[in-house]
C-alpha cells in the first residue's frame, strides 16, 4: 500500500508503516497535520478572499480622505481612443498586492472629469483602478453615456498603460446625473458588471428590472434638476427585489452634491464597491443593518443582508 504524502523539500519520505488499523490511523493523522501545517500559512490569505485590498476597514479608514495606497495618475488624450472622450486614470501606485477591481465614472450632461475628479484619487487609494472620464460631447444622453462607460472600460483593460493591474473580471460603473443614469445603462447592458453606483442620476427611463448588477441608488433630498422622487426613487424601486440594492438619500443636499468632496458619497460608494466588485465582506459591517437617518443621511433603503 502507497503512503499519501505532500511534496515537499523540507520533509524527507517517511519509513512505511505497518498495515495495522492503528497504523493506517497514525498515517491518516500525520498525513492530516502535516496537511495543516504545509498549507496553513499560505491558506490563511488565499482562502479568506483573494481579492481584498488594504487593511481591515474602520469607519475612520472609509470616510478619511485617502486610502492606504499611494496612488498615480495617467491622462488618456480623446485622440488616443474611441467611443468616449478620454479621461484620467488613478491607479495604486504599488504592483505588489496583484491586481485591482476597476470602476470607471461619467459626468453629467455639459460637464467635464473634472466635476467628478475627487473620486479618483479618493477611491483609487483605498485599492481600485479609477477611469474618470469625459464624453464624446458634453451634451450626450444617458444611453450615450452608458455606451461610452463600456468602452472607456475596454479601453482600461485592453490597451490602457495600466492594462495589466486590474482585474477585468471585476468592473463597475459610476456617474454624475446624465452619467448616473449611463451607469444604469451601462450595467443594464453588461449583466457581468459587479456594481453601479449612480448618483443624483438623472433618466427618463425610471424602470431598471433589467438590472442583475448590485445597484446603490444616491439620490440628494433638496435635488430640483433630477428629484428623487421622479429619478431616485423610482429607479431604485424598480430594480429586482432580489438584487443586492440600495437606496441612499443625502440630507442637505442638492443635485451638484456630488461635484465635490463629500465624506458620506466617499464612505457607501466605497464600501459598495469593496463589498461587490471585490467581494470584500469586511465592508459589510457599514452597509447592513441599514445606515440610519442622521445628519447627512436624510434615508436609506436597501436589501440586507448581502449575499456572496
Ligand atoms: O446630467 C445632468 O445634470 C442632467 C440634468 C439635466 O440638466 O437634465 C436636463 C436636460
Ligand atoms: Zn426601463
Redesign the pocket.
Known sequence: MQQHRLPSRQHPPRPSRSRTLTGLLASAAATAGLLLTALAPGAQAVAANPYERGPAPTNASIEASRGSYATSQTSVSSLAVSGFGGGTIYYPTSTADGTFGAVVISP????YQSSIAWLGPRLASQGFVVFTIDTNTTLDQPDSRGRQLLSALDYLTQRSSVRTRVDASRLGVMG????GGGSLEAAKSRTSLKAAIPLTG?NTDKTWPELRTPTLVVGADGDT??PVGTHSEPFYESLPGSLDKAYLELRGAS?FTPNSSNTTIAKYSLSWLKRFIDNDTRYEQFLCPIPRPSLTIAEYRGTCPHTS
Open positions: 453629467g450632461f455639459t460637464a454624475h446625473s446624465m452619467g438623472w434638476v433630477a443635485h
